[in-house]
């Protein structure tokens, strides 16, 4: 028999604006249908039910018996994808999630004793996890979707309805519960039925053969029976929030207070699947009727707001958006996190967090095109390098050399970078003494010269003559002759 679990938010509408904007949660706020001044009245906090404010009243006679009154524009887009993340909380212990017109989300709690020790601990865990979205989920687990929607509806927290109850359960409650059309609707009231025991009692030939194939599906529904199984739901590799904004807004910081509301609900989104976000795609509507749209990349995936907001206020500090903002995007790239394995013998470095944190205030004080790491470039000159984008995935760490037997002393060269030109005089074809900016001294030891040669066919070939020298001052370097260009050049120090 199966079993189907029901979240539904009471008073959703207002839930899903107090999500962006928790701070409207202390005053007392409408939504209505428009932005002027004769609007209607769509939905209502508790706290503007406390002065009289119902649905369906003006707004102008709403803020005469209220004047603390709150009043927002009702947001499609708000309401969406709250939605979508009380989906995602289902899509979490389950594969088959369903979302209906009304907003509620049915998941197929099957196997369910798998993982948890019984239902009531899967729908703590389901409303915990919808807290944390903002969002308190009543839940209601039934064998129908009918069933667990009406004990969702009727608990304060969370009703469980015992197996194969389900249509004793519905049987007190109204007929209109399972939203007949009118003609069956009034059909069934010249019946006398008026509550779900009373058509479940009826032979569902007989209704069908007065109702139609509605009748069959209302017979059915009465008893507890379901005809759609769930439609299964992907997991969305793209997590959007966004939010108009009342007045347009023209400094940082206020912009900054509205977006790090939309990061982190997005973050918070990503990580209840456990992956991290390396992406976000930020939206910006203007006031003068242009878009400015930017990508933010971490250096590493990560589930933490704060790292993206910073990466957020470095880009918006390097290059301010043109005009005023009217309207906020936010748009999330979930990404897989690979687990690091860490070493016995280095000291444990960075978290994403920290290292993203640091690269994105670098890259605002040095460039984005200066901040990186070096990797050799396809070339066949031994000095070239490239900078490339920092990635994270541990591939500039030193590899392990196997275990040895033998003692290996490696001397490691520190590159000047430009080569420091030299002074460098010879006698009887050997070097005898060699002299640059900072050192210099008689040689003591030479080894070379190593010849390289290459990329002739490029506009910049090279010739080169290197040699190993350790000078009376005790320094170990590594110089060479450039045969081109006629001249001595130190590329490095031995440490």
Same mark, same amino acid.
């Given at each position: 028999?199966?079993?189907?679990?029901?979240?539904?938010?009471?008073?959703?509408?207002?839930?899903?604006?107090?999500?962006?904007?928790?701070?409207?949660?202390?005053?007392?706020?409408?939504?209505?249908?428009?932005?002027?001044?004769?609007?209607?009245?769509?939905?209502?906090?508790?706290?503007?039910?406390?002065?009289?404010?119902?649905?369906?009243?003006?707004?102008?006679? !709403? =803020? +005469?018996?209220?004047?603390? %009154?709150?009043? *927002?524009?009702?947001? #499609? /887009?708000?309401?969406?994808?709250? @939605?979508? $993340?009380?989906?995602?909380?289902?899509?979490?212990?389950?594969?088959?999630?369903?979302?209906?017109?009304?907003?509620?989300?049915?998941?197929?709690?099957?196997?369910?004793?798998?993982?948890?020790?019984?239902?009531?601990?899967?729908?703590?865990?389901?409303? !915990? =996890? +919808?807290?944390?979205?903002? %969002?308190?989920? *009543?839940?209601?687990? #039934? /064998?129908?979707?009918?069933?667990? @929607?009406? $004990?969702?509806?009727?608990?304060?927290?969370?009703?469980?309805?015992?197996?194969?109850?389900?249509?004793?359960?519905?049987?007190?409650?109204s007929v209109r519960l399972l939203e007949p059309d009118p003609d069956s609707a009034a059909t069934l009231a010249s019946w006398g039925v008026r509550s779900i025991g009373d058509l479940a009692a009826l032979s569902g030939g007989a209704v069908a053969h007065r109702l139609g194939p509605a009748g069959t599906m209302l017979?059915?529904?009465?008893?507890?029976?379901?005809?759609?199984?769930?439609?299964?739901?992907?997991?969305?590799?793209?997590?959007?929030?966004?939010?108009?904004?009342?007045?347009?807004?023209?400094?940082?910081?206020?912009?900054?207070?509205?977006?790090?509301?939309?990061?982190?609900?997005?973050?918070?989104?990503?990580?209840?699947?456990?992956?991290?976000?390396?992406?976000?795609?930020?939206?910006?509507?203007?006031?003068?009727?242009?878009?400015?749209?930017?990508?933010?990349?971490?250096?590493?995936?990560?589930?933490?707001?704060?790292?993206?907001?910073?990466?957020?206020?470095?880009?918006?500090?390097?290059?301010?958006?043109?005009?005023?903002?009217?309207?906020?995007?936010?748009?999330?790239?979930?990404?897989?996190?690979?687990?690091?394995?860490?070493?016995?013998?280095?000291?444990?470095?960075?978290?994403?967090?920290?290292?993203?944190?640091?690269?994105?205030?670098?890259?605002?004080?040095?460039?984005?095109?200066?901040?990186?790491?070096?990797?050799?470039?396809?070339?066949?000159?031994?000095?070239?390098?490239?900078?490339?984008?920092?990635?994270?995935?541990?591939?500039?760490?030193?590899?392990?050399?196997?275990?040895?037997?033998?003692?290996?002393?490696?001397?490691?060269?520190?590159?000047?970078?430009?080569?420091?030109?030299?002074?460098?005089?010879?006698?009887?074809?050997?070097?005898?003494?060699?002299?640059?900016?900072?050192?210099?001294?008689?040689?003591?030891?030479?080894?070379?010269?190593?010849?390289?040669?290459?990329?002739?066919?490029?506009?910049?070939?090279?010739?080169?003559?290197?040699?190993d020298v350790e000078l009376s001052d005790g320094g170990v370097y590594r110089v060479y002759r450039d045969a081109r260009a006629r001249c001595w050049l130190a590329d490095g120090v031995y440490d």
């Amino acid at each position: 028999m199966q079993r189907i679990a029901c979240l539904w938010v009471p008073d959703m509408c207002v839930r899903a604006h107090l999500r962006l904007d928790p701070e409207l949660s202390s005053v007392p706020l409408v939504l209505a249908d428009g932005p002027s001044m004769r609007s209607v009245i769509v939905a209502s906090s508790a706290r503007a039910c406390e002065f009289g404010v119902v649905v369906g009243m003006k707004t102008t006679q !709403a =803020r +005469a018996m209220c004047v603390p %009154l709150v009043v *927002r524009t009702v947001s #499609a /887009d708000a309401l969406n994808a709250s @939605a979508t $993340a009380l989906a995602d909380v289902a899509s979490t212990v389950s594969a088959r999630v369903e979302v209906d017109d009304h907003g509620r989300v049915f998941l197929d709690c099957d196997g369910s004793g798998l993982l948890w020790a019984s239902e009531a601990e899967l729908a703590s865990m389901l409303s !915990a =996890r +919808a807290a944390r979205c903002g %969002l308190p989920a *009543r839940i209601g687990i #039934a /064998d129908s979707k009918l069933g667990a @929607a009406v $004990a969702a509806h009727q608990s304060s927290g969370v009703t469980i309805v015992p197996p194969r109850q389900t249509r004793a359960f519905l049987a007190p409650h109204s007929v209109r519960l399972l939203e007949p059309d009118p003609d069956s609707a009034a059909t069934l009231a010249s019946w006398g039925v008026r509550s779900i025991g009373d058509l479940a009692a009826l032979s569902g030939g007989a209704v069908a053969h007065r109702l139609g194939p509605a009748g069959t599906m209302l017979v059915r529904r009465a008893r507890g029976e379901d005809d759609v199984p769930l439609a299964a739901r992907t997991v969305p590799q793209s997590f959007e929030e966004s939010l108009d904004l009342d007045c347009a807004v023209d400094r940082l910081e206020p912009l900054l207070f509205v977006l790090r509301r939309l990061i982190e609900c997005v973050t918070r989104r990503i990580a209840l699947f456990g992956l991290g976000c390396r992406e976000i795609s930020l939206g910006l509507q203007l006031d003068n009727g242009g878009r400015d749209f930017r990508t933010i990349v971490a250096a590493a995936p990560t589930a933490e707001h704060k790292v993206f907001v910073s990466l957020v206020r470095a880009q918006l500090e390097t290059t301010p958006v043109a005009a005023a903002v009217t309207k906020v995007a936010v748009a999330g790239t979930a990404t897989w996190v690979a687990p690091e394995q860490l070493d016995l013998l280095r000291p444990i470095g960075p978290t994403p967090a920290v290292l993203a944190s640091t690269l994105a205030r670098l890259a605002a004080l040095c460039g984005s095109d200066r901040v990186g790491v070096l990797r050799s470039a396809d070339s066949h000159r031994p000095d070239a390098v490239e900078l490339r984008r920092f990635t994270g995935d541990g591939s500039s760490r030193g590899r392990g050399h196997p275990a040895s037997n033998l003692r290996v002393v490696r001397m490691a060269l520190r590159a000047f970078r430009p080569p420091v030109q030299l002074e460098v005089f010879e006698c009887r074809g050997h070097l005898d003494y060699v002299r640059g900016s900072g050192f210099g001294g008689r040689v003591v030891h030479c080894a070379g010269p190593w010849r390289l040669r290459g990329e002739w066919w490029t506009a910049d070939p090279f010739a080169r003559e290197y040699y190993d020298v350790e000078l009376s001052d005790g320094g170990v370097y590594r110089v060479y002759r450039d045969a081109r260009a006629r001249c001595w050049l130190a590329d490095g120090v031995y440490d």
